[in-house]
DNA sequence: CACTAAAACGGAGGCGCCTCCGTTTATTAC
DNA sequence: GTAATAAACGGAGGCGCCTCCGTTTTAGTG
């Protein structure tokens, strides 16, 4: 009876609103993302837990504090992924004409889908769990690929009658196809096949 | 060089005709799939394999060698489950008028799911993953619904305007509902409704 | 019956999962 | 600076997974 808990349970700050972290925890964390990371990629989302820890210098604990379940991980490493494939097109757009920003982000598409292949039964799983998940994170990739062909048509460089959707749809071929030993080149072409086209009439409507 | 295989490997009897087990594997591998439908029924399809084996008597290595994965042991249970499911059918339609045998076999149906609730999840990606399996289930379960259903309709006993299908349709909605706790009373009155139903205007069309 | 080859057994061993809790560290107050 | 406290750490321990291989049992054969 010596001390009491403060009265009620007072502050529920917002769903969102991620609580800063103690410096050591956030360091671990940012740690233990990136390890996963590649942990994941070279050894399928079944890479011992154990080893990640190990390789990022910190206790089995220690992840499983900051990541309740495998799954917790994984999302976690799949979401930063997305991200930085978003991130990349806003730095292509920068640096390049959008016609060429366009192009080189779809080559990078297809090299992130390419690391995920081996995930694949995994990942749908996962997805199919957590469907928001999987609806994030295809409206962001949306998102990305939209602008840069929108700013490639304002630019004139590729045709005006294509929208975001046909191209994803297209890049969807990629994902979805069997995971034959030249899939990464023939992916590629596709990319340029799908490059030629959208150049192809550029400037006007393809109904001429 | 002493010994040789024999020429080549010349016998392919059928990828269906099991070769006959020694008997004491087969005693042992009855014994297993036993004491494991009561395990995933007690426990979920993740009970422990390790005592699985041993209230079964045999070691570990034997259930590995009888089924080399989880997935294997879950599958032969729910193949056998659904066996047994389909087999009361003809067992009530022996025993009682068809009316009769109809109600107390979706009865049954009921039961069956109710234990299979907790499994949903698990049950769900193996039927994804493995979807012949569904389809072999699915297409016994509404034979066997439509044999009493035919029965029921030729003795006169329910509408004549109605077959598997539909019941069937009306039974799915049993195993999709929301998981709560008057689950089971909520699906028994369903089956009585259906049946109420399916008397009423017995021997004669609905249109009347 | 005895003998043999093939089939089946079973459990030790190595690894990974995850929890629990005593120890350490960052932060805040003085 | 020091002290106090909440936060975070980390690894031992218990359990389950699955493989591997020496031992046992069965089903033929003479």
């Known amino acids: 009876m010596a001390s009491q808990p403060p009265a009620i349970a007072r502050d529920k700050p917002d769903a969102t609103a991620a609580k800063p972290l103690r410096a050591d925890a956030q360091r671990n964390r940012d740690v233990l993302v990136e390890v996963a990371a590649v942990a994941f990629a070279a050894h399928g989302v079944d890479a011992s837990l154990e080893e990640i820890a190990r390789q990022a210098g910190v206790g089995i604990g220690t992840l499983y504090r900051h990541f309740p ?49 081996g995930l694949a039964t995994s990942l749908r799983i996962l997805l199919n769990t957590n469907s928001t998940l999987f609806s994030d994170m295809s409206g962001r990739v949306s998102l990305a690929l939209r602008q840069l062909i929108e700013a490639a048509v304002a630019h004139g460089s590729i045709r005006s009658d294509v929208d975001a959707s046909d191209v994803l749809h297209a890049l969807g071929g990629i994902y979805s196809a069997p995971d034959t030993e030249d899939w990464r080149d023939r992916s590629r072409r596709l990319v340029s096949l799908l490059m030629d086209g959208l150049r192809f009439g550029a400037g006007r409507s393809a109904k001429g």
């Open 69 to 117: 379940t495998r799954e917790h991980l994984v999302e976690v490493v799949y979401r930063r992924e997305v991200e930085s494939l978003c991130a990349a097109a806003d730095e292509l757009a920068l640096h390049h004409p959008p016609d060429i920003a366009l192009e080189q982000w779809m080559r990078r598409f297809v090299d992130y889908i390419a690391t995920k292949r």
